[in-house]
């Protein structure tokens, strides 16, 4: 069992930052590809990044690169991500999840574990 705490939503403006972190209690750390997804109202659950064991290998959705970065700290158990220059579309809970694999997986139901979100609201 693996419980993600996320933290370092808000409200922020256009072309401001925010970085959002994820913190995991529970079975070793290390051994989780670790995602970052988001839902929108109305709108499905959809993946932003995700990273893999050793932190080694990223992915990014084609609407965030250039703009977010996403890292893990397995000391720490905890995974961060970056976002800059953000827009408001943007505006989005943000969600972290663990899946028991080496490398991220962009599908949603692949992944194990879910924490409960944080709230990113960027305004025009």
């Known amino acids: 069992q693996v419980q993600l705490v996320e933290s370092g939503g808000g409200l922020v403006q256009a072309g401001g930052s925010l970085r959002l972190s994820c913190a995991a209690f529970?079975?070793?750390?290390?051994?989780?590809?670790m995602g970052w997804f988001r839902q929108a109202p109305g709108k499905e659950r959809e993946f932003v990044s995700g990273?893999?064991?050793?932190?080694?290998?990223?992915k990014y959705a084609d609407s965030v690169k250039g703009r977010f970065t996403i890292s893990r700290d397995n000391a720490k158990n905890t995974v961060y991500l970056q976002m800059n220059n953000l827009k408001p579309e943007d505006t989005a809970v943000y969600y972290c999840a663990a899946d028991l694999r080496a490398t991220a997986t962009t599908l949603k139901s692949e992944y194990d574990y879910w924490g409960q979100g944080t709230q990113v609201t960027v305004s025009s």
């Open positions: 529970g079975r070793t750390f290390s051994l989780y590809a």
């Open positions: 990273i893999s064991q050793s932190g080694a290998f990223t």
